[in-house]
């Protein structure tokens, strides 16, 4: 900086690609150069198209962590008892969330477990197999490349094994849910259209998966 008799640059554009260092702690590197004022905005050049998309997962998680809150919800368990879960979510939707949980909570609606998607090592894969009603993960939508609202803290999936995902093939996820496919059955735990569990959401303008046309996704709620 006293080089070039300045305090701060306009654009700092890193044109190589570092091998030794992760691509999410340059990108925290380079927001600290920013929050401290030394350059107004940062970007690349020479990067491939694989090294762009990790420095877009990387700084798309965090800027979720600076908007993102660690909620902790009362709910139901299979076992009748209260249980305290934990959701991360964007800040925006906390006094919806909790709202929501509370009406869930008062319904008697069952929720197997709910903890942090770092539980399972950030897989939504395995977190839906372990049932496990999640929120915030940095992610995709199954089968693109657009940002999932997960990315967001936006999106919360309940009972993922007992409200699968299914695709317009008639697949399916997680692979442990294939009773549960049939939604003629009624069982704790399971979403349906009209239910007290699905209105707590879709009454304060939550999208509910299972309204959709294809895919279904029952686990699913998200606020556009």
Known sequence: ???????Y???????????????????????DLVAAGKTRYWGLSNHS????????????????????????LRHVGFDGAAHNGRLVVHADVVDDVR???????????????????DSYGASDRRSMAANNSSAYNCRVVEGSTSWSAHAYG???DVNPRLNPFVDRRG??????????????????????????????F????WTWGGHWRTPLDYQHFELP
């Not at 654009?11 to 990108?27: M, N, S, V």
């Not at 399916?172 to 239910?195: F, I, K």
């Open 1 to 7: 900086m006293r080089r070039l008799g300045t305090d």
């Open 9 to 31: 640059v306009d654009l700092y554009l890193l044109h190589h690609r570092d091998e030794g260092t992760p691509p999410a702690a340059i990108a925290e590197v380079m927001q």
């Open 49 to 72: 198209a694989a090294e762009t998309a990790a420095f877009l997962k990387a700084f798309l998680g965090l800027f979720a962590m600076m908007c993102v809150h660690l909620v902790t």
């Open 99 to 117: 709202s929501v949980f509370r009406r869930l909570y008062r319904a008697g609606f069952a929720i197997r477990r709910m903890r942090l998607v």
């Open 154 to 156: 936006r999106a919360i």
């Open 171 to 200: 697949d399916y996820q997680p692979a442990n849910a294939a009773p549960w496919v049939d939604r003629t059955r009624t069982e704790p735990g399971m979403l349906h259209d009209g239910d007290a569990a699905v209105l707590a």
């Open 202 to 205: 879709t009454d304060r303008g």
